[in-house]
């Protein structure tokens, strides 16, 4: 019996283990290869090995062919796309739409998704949405895009509210108790808004005659709308909410710069920092800061103060304007600051542990963003995006893929207008010679929409199938309009 001869047993362990090592090598071969195709690598067609890349294409509306240097390819969006390494021109089209296009630098390896492309129809199709007899005096949009409060000519206390989720619901009457605001003696208006982050209540700036006071408005309940320097029986120069909650917020006074909060329930203020120039707050303890206390001659200190402790970021030119702006990107925090005498916005990546890690040295700058007499500083509502202007001029950093653009758009802005706003995460918009126009980050993707008014933003419904905007104002008086943004065959 052959399991009882010694030599074929020894044969049949030998053969058994050759066996095992021959599997254990064709894995390793298997892993190896899905290894290597993992990072790109490939075989052409004349047996050469390549590493190629791998891009994911979605749009709005979606599907839309895809062409990869002019060339049509098998894929439509909401797909991933293989190529090989290379600097490609990469373009959307749709039936209807004009095209989206840009140029992308794939490495061998590299995965990229291009997840933001919208594609404009070639024809608008507007409709008067809300008529007014006469100018409209404040349009603002929550946070979520559902809801906009417009102000009627009829009366600084008389406003209407939109469910832009529900658009063919009639806008209904806000009317604020008439003891709720100052009465003027010769002219009144409202200016900014901030939204608090329940999209229920909104921060409204009054202005009557030459002084500001600051009105918070319920629009579930407009009888329940807060004259806040009334009930704080405080005039500052102004009032921010604080981690965008409804009933916290800050006060800030000028010329001394003293920073105070407060909120409405025990309606006591509570000293914060002094010396303050500039601010700007995240969550409920974090306080970017400008001021001139402890600053060398002939410069200013940007501080940032986190909880109980204020450290020092940088310094800048005394005697600026100064453009601040933090927030967090995947759990990490940015700082961006900047002025227009130095004409360069800093941003720090994670400046609490850096100087954690090296209590000595100041933070290393992250990025920098060159604008000539820079205006303004900010992040995106993604927070993917930092962009510096002034006017017509750009700089923007894209924090995900670590990219810096900079550019001149084409077109001015017309008056009051100081910024460019985000249309939505990924593309910016202002009016421009009565018109408004969109544009990629990057300063592609140019257009041109629908006639408005300069003195308010354009408002996007929350699944951007339309947009409003305030009409130009005619003898007859001013309108919203609501244009669609899909072609007349997908609506």
Known sequence: ?????????????IMLLIGYVLIG???????????????????????NV??????????????????????????????????????YSVMLTRNGYYDWSRKIDLGGGDVQHFDYPFLFPKTLTSSNYQTYGGSIGLLTQSPDKRWLIVQKPTGINDLTLTDLKNFKKPAQDLALPENLLTK????????????????????????????????LL???????????????????TKISLIDRKFDSYYL??????????????????????SGVINYKSYGKDQILFVTADGAQAGKVSVKLLNKDKTVTIRSLTANGVYSLDLTKYSGVMYVVAGSNIDGKAYIYKDPLGQLSANPNMPPGINQLLKVDQLSSVGFSPNAQY?????????????????????????????????????MDGNRLTYVSGGKTVVFDYDGINRHILVSSDSKFPAAFAP??????VAAPVTASGQNITQTWLLAPQDR
Not at 218 to 236: C, G, H, I, M, Y
């Open 463 to 468: 699944d951007y199938k339309f947009v409003y």
């Open 25 to 47: 090598v064709a894995i390793l071969i298997a892993a190896l290869v899905l290894t290597y195709q993992a990072k790109g690598f490939g075989v052409d067609k004349k047996g």
């Open 386 to 422: 930092i962009v510096g202007e002034n006017g017509q001029k750009f700089a923007v950093y894209d924090i995900e893929n670590k990219q810096n653009f900079n550019y001149v758009s084409p077109y001015p802005l017309d008056l009051p207008q100081t910024k460019a706003l985000w």
């Open 184 to 215: 003027p003696k010769q002219s009144e208006a409202w200016t900014d808004s901030e939204w608090a982050d329940d999209n229920q209540h909104v921060l409204l700036t009054h202005i009557v005659d030459s002084k500001t006071e600051f009105i």
């Open 50 to 87: 390549i590493q190629s890349g791998l891009t994911f294409f979605s749009s709005t509306p979606n599907p839309a062919t895809i062409y990869v240097n002019n060339k049509k390819s098998n894929y439509q969006t909401n797909s991933r796309v293989v190529l090989p390494s290379g600097l």
């Open 252 to 273: 800030f006074n000028l010329p001394e710069g003293s920073l105070q909060s407060i909120n409405l329930n025990d309606q006591e203020p509570r000293s914060v920092l």
């Open 1 to 13: 019996m052959d399991y009882l001869d010694p030599r074929k047993d020894s044969f049949n362990n």
């Open 218 to 236: 319920d629009r579930t309940a407009p009888e329940k709308s807060v004259n806040l320097n009334a009930k704080f029986n405080l005039n500052p």
